[in-house]
Structures are given as C-alpha cells and as structure tokens.
C-alpha cells in the first residue's frame, strides 16, 4: 500500500486541527509539516494541549523549497484570499493539494471580487480546480491535483437537494433554505459575533442574501442538472459548537408518495458510505452526527402543500471541512474512501 506524506498550511486553526486529529488515524497517510505563520515557532501543544504525548511537532512558516522536500500533498485550512496566492507554487513542485478555503471554488474570477471581496490572484487555476464534492465528483477527484473542498453548508444543502432535482421531483426554481451553523465555523479568530455573551441564548440571521456560499451552490446545481437556479439562502449562527443543519422547502412537481422519493434518495446514495438517508418519518438532529463524517438526510412530503422538506445535517467541521477533505485524498491515492475516517458519531 502507498504511503504518503501530507502537511497542512493553516494548522493553528479549527480545522487544520481537525485534520490534525483525523489524520493521526489514518492509516496511510503521515503528518511531516504544520505551517502557521501566526503562530509560527511554537508547540502544536502550546496551541492545542490536547495533542500532548501525542504529537510533538513545531508549527513552522511557509518556505515552499523546503515544503516541497518533505510532502506529497498539502491540506489549505487557510483563511479565504491566502490559498489562492501559494497553491500555484506548490502545483508547480508537483504537490497535490486540497483547498478548505474556498479560494477555488468559484470558476469565475470576478464572483470572487462581488461575494468574498478580494481580487483573485491566478484565476487560470480556477478552470484547473476540481469541486470536491466526493459523492458525486469521484472518478474526477480521483485524477485531480487541485481539489476545491466545498464549503460547509454548501456540503449538506447539496447532499440534500440534489437528489430531488436530478429526478425532477422540484421545482428548480422554488428552493428555500434555511441553514442553522455552531459558533465554530466563524473560526478560531477572536470576534465580537462569536463571544459567549453574543452568542448565549441568542439566534442570528446573517449575511441575508450576499452568503458567500450561494454562487458555490448554485454553481454545482448547474454543473450535475443543467438548471440555472437563483435559490434564497439564509443562514443562522446558534448558540452550540459544532453542527450544521440545513432545511429545504421546495416545490414537487411530480406527485409520488414519500415512499417513492424516500426510495429514490437510497438508490442515489446507495453506495456513498457516508450519506445516511434516514428511515421515513426520521428526522435528523445535528448531534446524531456529531465529530463524524456522515451526512443524514430526513424527508417528509407535505401533501397539503405539496412541499418536499428536506433536512440535512454534518458536523461542520468534519463533513463539511477536515473529514470531506480526507475523503477526497484517499479518492486521490486509490484508497479505502472511509480510511482514516470510519468512526461513529459522539453522543450525547
């Protein structure tokens, strides 16, 4: 079995220190460079206690000569507008890389000016940027050296809506989401939004209708179905750490019983080890999922309003960051898809 060396650009962060706990797993892949330029010259312990006896490494700055001497591929758990300006040098040394950030997402250059509001800075990598999502781009990501990991509400509102649109059970055109996220994706960064007394028994509607994750979702609809969709995305920031929750109220338009979509949703995801359709009248609650790489999915057809509801749920930082990105490196490497990732959610 090949074995490779990985390192990871932005490992001070939440999800570079996911990675950290999930690769330490896998059995495959070895740890050789932690890059984090805040942070650079101290203890991964010295950041992260938890790792003590565990891990003893140096987060060290990024020197792309001496990076390219010790690893393969490079994980980017990079704040978005960084990734976008050191990804090229590494491809250029031959090492493959998975980019959490978002940076090449979008094949657009200007998209990147209007919805994340920094000017990209090699946007002919755009056109070469494969989108991660593995449950339906993995003969493609298993050829790629460029990786674009989704977003995590992109992740689960794709999981959950594409389904429905490639059988055309919904109106393309009448997709509601409603997305519900833990504090922990806004970052490990000290902000006002994200202190306890701001976030503690409080909801907060934000980024309504400029959510830099809806040209990334309507983009990937286009790209499975050939629908051009303008869909209406609403995030909200609640008072828990991790999690994400997505609820979608769309429009049937082709009359079936909740059995037959309920069945079609199995036959798509049949052989996806990781989406877990749930069984009829089983809605999924964001901890069911908790540390793991598992997306659930809950339906219910509203025959009074002739509505299919789509629930969606992933820990926001495994499925819909770290663990998704380990997925498409073992697409990458011809391994296991579940290696290093085949564990059962923590509960309570």
């Not at 309507?218 to 869909?231: A, M």
């Amino acid at each position: 079995m090949k074995y490779v060396k990985v390192g990871i650009v932005g490992a001070n962060g939440y999800s570079g220190a996911e990675l950290i706990r999930l690769l330490l797993q896998h059995p495959y892949a070895s740890i050789e460079v932690l890059i984090s330029n805040s942070t650079t010259g101290s203890l991964l312990t010295e950041q992260y206690p938890q790792f003590q006896d565990i891990i003893h490494m140096k987060l060290d700055t990024f020197n792309i000569n001496e990076i390219a001497s010790r690893v393969e591929l490079l994980f980017f758990a990079t704040p978005s507008g960084v990734a976008n300006k050191i990804i090229p040098l590494c491809l250029e040394k031959g090492i493959k890389c998975i980019d959490l950030s978002g940076d090449f997402r979008l094949r657009n250059g200007d998209d990147y000016v209007h919805w994340y509001g920094f000017e990209h800075e090699n946007v002919e990598y755009l056109s070469k940027a494969v989108y991660g999502l593995a449950e339906y781009n993995e003969e493609k990501i298993r050829n790629s050296q460029l990786i674009a990991n989704p977003g995590c509400f992109p992740t689960a509102t794709l999981l959950g809506l594409l389904p429905a649109l490639q059988g055309e059970w919904i109106d393309p055109n009448s997709i509601i989401i409603d997305g519900k996220t833990g504090v922990s994706g806004a970052g490990r960064k000290p902000k006002v939004g994200s202190l306890f007394s701001e976030v503690n028994e409080n909801v907060n509607a934000y980024k309504i209708g400029h959510h830099q994750h809806i040209p990334e979702i309507e983009q990937s609809i286009f790209d499975v179905t050939g629908n051009k969709v303008n869909i209406s995305f609403t995030t909200h920031l609640i008072p828990m750490t991790r999690g994400i929750m997505c609820t979608m109220y769309t429009k049937l338009v082709k009359k079936g019983t909740i059995d037959e979509v309920h069945q079609y949703y199995e036959d798509i995801f049949k052989d996806s080890e990781f989406v877990r359709v749930r069984p009829i009248g089983n809605i999924p609650a964001t901890k069911e999922v908790y540390g793991s790489n598992y997306c659930d999915i809950g339906l219910y057809v509203d025959e009074r309003t002739d509505r299919l509801i789509i629930v969606s749920v992933i820990d926001n930082l495994v499925k819909g960051a770290s663990g998704q990105a380990i997925q498409n490196m073992n697409l990458v490497n011809g391994w296991d898809r579940s290696a290093g990732l085949a564990s059962a959610p923590i509960f309570p």
